[in-house]
């Protein structure tokens, strides 16, 4: 069975950093991408970040561009996303999910995704 693990959040203050990685198995696949998506409380989830295992190329919700970066170890079959510059509007729940033979039209759009992870509560405070 595919499983995805979301872990490395906890509490920040703001301007400070997480990192947070996504640990995958049962994973075969040789072309996907990994997404991370958050949810605040009282709202929708969002997507963050998507990162292509072709080219581990990666796009951002423009939010965090800048300031977070998503990458692929795949001697670990882990996927990081590097947060930076924290503010506390980036508190959220936030989630990994995998995406096979992926599309490149609408990358954070959840609705794509095939397999999610449970979520890893990162709160940054003022």
């Known amino acids: 069975d595919v499983q995805l693990q979301a872990s490395g959040g906890g509490l920040v203050q703001a301007g400070g950093s997480l990192r947070l990685s996504c640990a995958m198995s049962?994973?075969?696949?040789?072309?996907?991408?990994i997404g991370w998506f958050r949810q605040a409380p009282g709202k929708e989830r969002e997507g963050v970040s998507c990162?292509?295992?072709?080219?581990?190329?990666?796009t951002y919700v423009n939010s965090v561009k800048g300031r977070f970066a998503s990458s692929i170890d795949n001697t670990k079959n882990t996927v990081y996303l590097q947060m930076n510059s924290l503010k506390p509007e980036d508190t959220a729940v936030y989630y990994c999910?995998?995406?096979?033979?992926?599309?490149?039209?609408?990358?954070?759009?959840?609705?794509?995704?095939?397999?999610w992870g449970r979520g890893t509560l990162v709160t940054v405070s003022s």
């Open positions: 999910a995998a995406q096979i033979n992926p599309t490149r039209w609408a990358p954070l759009y959840e609705g794509l995704y095939d397999y």
């Open positions: 990162v292509f295992s072709s080219d581990g190329s990666a």
């Open positions: 049962g994973f075969s696949f040789d072309d996907y991408a």
